[in-house]
């Protein structure tokens, strides 16, 4: 595969000031994720405030898409990765409202060596369906999962 793109990414240093789960940035959403062994699902709780709104009382949908991408790239780290999202899609199915509290859920799909595909949720406490999306990543590297 001489189309293959060589990505070369520092996976080792500090990650504290990544947006979406990065615990040092002051702007980000410090997400939280948890890997449930039984159903292979990803998650976390986002809980956004009126930093990250768009229309009044309502989160901007490029944060909806910031926390489906931090979901999908949790998910194929814990599947054994060091990955990149090479193509995302996203499906708004209602306005977020800030000040609630919500979900977010992710789970692999389909793997192969270079690539891969990930499905995630975004709901509130009832269940209800805010956004969903596809993604597929490209395998950087190897992930020690013991490290």
């Known amino acids: 595969m001489e ?9 080792q240093g500090d990650q504290t000031m ?12 410090k997400m939280v994720f948890t890997w449930d062994t039984r ?3 990803a998650s976390a ?17 490029g944060i909806i898409a910031c926390v489906l991408d931090e979901a999908f790239g949790w998910a194929a780290m814990t599947a054994g990765t060091n990955n990149v999202t090479a193509k995302m899609q996203v499906r708004f199915r209602r306005m977020v ?3 609630r509290k919500y979900i977010v859920t992710c789970r692999v799909s389909k793997q192969n060596s270079r690539l891969i595909e990930t499905e ?8 209800n369906l805010f956004a969903e999306g596809t993604s597929t990543q490209f395998i950087v590297s190897p992930r ?3 490290a």
């Open 45 to 61: 709780e986002f809980c956004p405030d009126e930093k990250v709104q768009g229309w009044a009382g309502y989160v901007h949908g």
């Open 39 to 41: 159903t292979k699902t």
């Open 120 to 127: 995630a949720r975004l709901v509130d406490a009832s269940g």
């Open 144 to 146: 020690d999962l013991n």
């Open 97 to 99: 409202p800030i000040g």
């Open 18 to 29: 990544c947006f979406g789960c990065g615990k040092n940035n002051p702007a980000g959403l």
């Open 3 to 11: 189309n293959w793109p060589i990505i070369n990414l520092e996976t």
